[in-house]
């Protein structure tokens, strides 16, 4: 079993920055895969980013390539997304997710309980 508790969302102005954090706890965290995941208001739950604890590699969607970075402190336990340049339509609830999945929702046994990002103009 794992426990991921998020932190770090808020209100920012388009254009600014946010770092979220998400804490893990229980089984081992650096044997998982460990995804960033949004939603917003009436849609669907979506990819963001994740890191692959095999190959130490990342993946992001392309809406935020370029302004998002995943990171991982396995020391910690801990993940990490800095989200540079945003912009209104990153306005959601943000959640980690922790699995052998990469960017679909259905691979993550283990989810956070969310934080929520608001961009305003």
């Known amino acids: 079993q794992v426990q991921l508790v998020e932190s770090g969302g808020g209100l920012v102005q388009a254009g600014g920055s946010l770092r979220l954090s998400c804490a893990a706890s229980?089984?081992?965290?650096?044997?998982?895969?460990m995804g960033w995941f949004r939603q917003a208001p009436g849609k669907e739950r979506e990819f963001v980013a994740v890191s692959k604890w095999s190959e130490g590699s990342t993946d992001y969607a392309e809406s935020v390539k370029g302004r998002f970075t995943i990171s991982r402190d396995n020391a910690k336990n801990t993940v990490y997304l800095q989200m540079n340049n945003l912009k209104p339509e990153d306005t959601a609830v943000y959640y980690c997710?922790?699995?052998?999945?990469?960017?679909?929702?259905?691979?993550?046994?283990?989810w956070g309980q969310g934080t929520q990002v608001t961009v305003s103009l």
């Open positions: 229980g089984r081992t965290f650096s044997i998982y895969n």
């Open positions: 997710a922790a699995g052998a999945g990469t960017t679909r929702v259905r691979g993550y046994a283990y």
